[in-house]
T-cell receptor, first 111, second 114 residues
Framework: LAKTTQPISMDSYEGQEVNITCSHNNIATNDYITWYQQFPSQGPRFIIQGYKTKVTNEVASLFIPADRKSSTLSLPRVSLSDTAVYYCLVASRAAGNKLTFGGGTRVLVKP | DADVTQTPRNRITKTGKRIMLECSQTKGHDRMYWYRQDPGLGLRLIYYSFDVKDINKGEISDGYSVSRQAQAKFSLSLESAIPNQTALYFC?????????????FGPGTRLTVL
């Protein structure tokens, strides 16, 4: 499974856009990039997943450059309730949906 | 996810006791997983099951065992609990026919071993 590197923490303010970049230099051809969100004392929740270019849903956008060695999760206009830990994961269907969660990025949204 | 339930939600036990954590799901998913999370850290995979007759060890299976009693039920046992098994335990499910890496997590069980 490809290893990922992401910042330990980030601070932001309400209404701002938050961008979290994840490095995955040894990503394999069959790997997808997936992001999860976890609130304190709750299980992680799937946010978004992509393979290349850009993916957008009602929660976030995911930007993946052509070389796929990194990806950026973008949270538009964050609110206090977006304070959470965000995990970047890389895995392929060949891994049988086995996911490896690293330490994640702790995002603190301030008023 | 309310379709994935875990019991108990909290448990305090003593060293050497046998403990069973249970997970049930109504999502109809074929795959189920058990993770543990220690304070400030990410989740680590303990065991996973791709079907009723399939059991696989994860990253940290020592000291744990599991049973997949039915497609909807996956239990985790600590045969003889020790203090360093104090952690937050999560059950998760996924559907092999659907989204690549989307797992649905239960609310967690907070286990304290004294």
């Amino acid at each position: 499974l490809a290893k990922t590197t992401q910042p330990i923490s980030m601070d932001s303010y309400e209404g701002q856009e938050v961008n979290i970049t994840c490095s995955h230099n040894n990503i394999a051809t069959n790997d997808y990039i997936t992001w999860y969100q976890q609130f304190p004392s709750q299980g992680p929740r799937f946010i978004i997943q992509g393979y290349k270019t850009k993916v957008t849903n009602e929660v976030a956008s995911l930007f993946i450059p052509a070389d796929r060695k990194s990806s950026t999760l973008s949270l538009p206009r964050v609110s206090l309730s977006d304070t959470a830990v965000y995990y970047c994961l890389v895995a392929s269907r060949a891994a049988g949906n086995k996911l490896t969660f690293g330490g994640g990025t702790r995002v603190l949204v301030k008023p | 996810d309310a379709d994935v339930t875990q019991t108990p939600r909290n448990r305090i036990t003593k060293t050497g006791k046998r403990i069973m954590l249970e997970c049930s799901q109504t999502k109809g998913h074929d795959r189920m997983y058990w993770y543990r999370q220690d304070p400030g850290l990410g989740l680590r995979l303990i065991y996973y099951s791709f079907d009723v007759k399939d059991i696989n060890k994860g990253e940290i299976s020592d000291g744990y065992s599991v049973s997949r009693q039915a497609q909807a039920k996956f239990s985790l046992s600590l045969e003889s609990a020790i203090p360093n098994q104090t952690a937050l335990y999560f059950c998760a499910t996924s559907d092999s026919q659907l989204s690549q890496n989307e797992q649905f997590f239960g609310p967690g069980t907070r286990l304290t071993v004294l």
